[in-house]
């Protein structure tokens, strides 16, 4: 399984609803896609990971790029996690910088606080 998606545009922000599998399969298709969105802006993007049944180190570096291209473009990136995401990527000690939120509604809070 593939990873598949869902794009929805807000006032200030991009929310992205994925599922499937975040690996070095799925992480060119992935970095492309959302980088170019960042681009078209809103430059703050929600990524809803509750989902995503597995994340593999290519995943993390492409949500660490993508991260930081949110920065650079004056954005910030949320991240709607579950168990095994949160799990992975305390595994890297990565949970602040990625931003894990334990829901949607807490990471629109989050943006619209900032």
Do not use: W, Y
Not at 50 to 78: C, P, W
């Amino acid at each position: 399984m593939s990873l598949r998606g869902a794009r929805e545009v807000r006032e200030n922000c991009q929310l992205f609803r994925l599922t499937g599998l975040l690996d070095a399969f799925s992480e060119p298709t992935f970095r492309k896609v959302l980088g170019g969105k960042i681009d078209e802006g809103p430059k703050n993007i929600i990524l809803d990971l509750s989902q995503i049944d597995f994340v593999d180190s290519s995943g993390l570096g492409a949500l660490v790029q993508l991260a930081k291209q949110a920065q650079t473009a004056g954005g910030r990136l949320q991240i709607v996690t579950n168990a095994r995401v949160t799990q992975t990527v305390k595994l890297v000690r990565l949970e602040n910088f990625l931003s894990l939120q334990i829901s949607v509604e807490a990471a629109l809070e989050n943006i619209e606080a900032s």
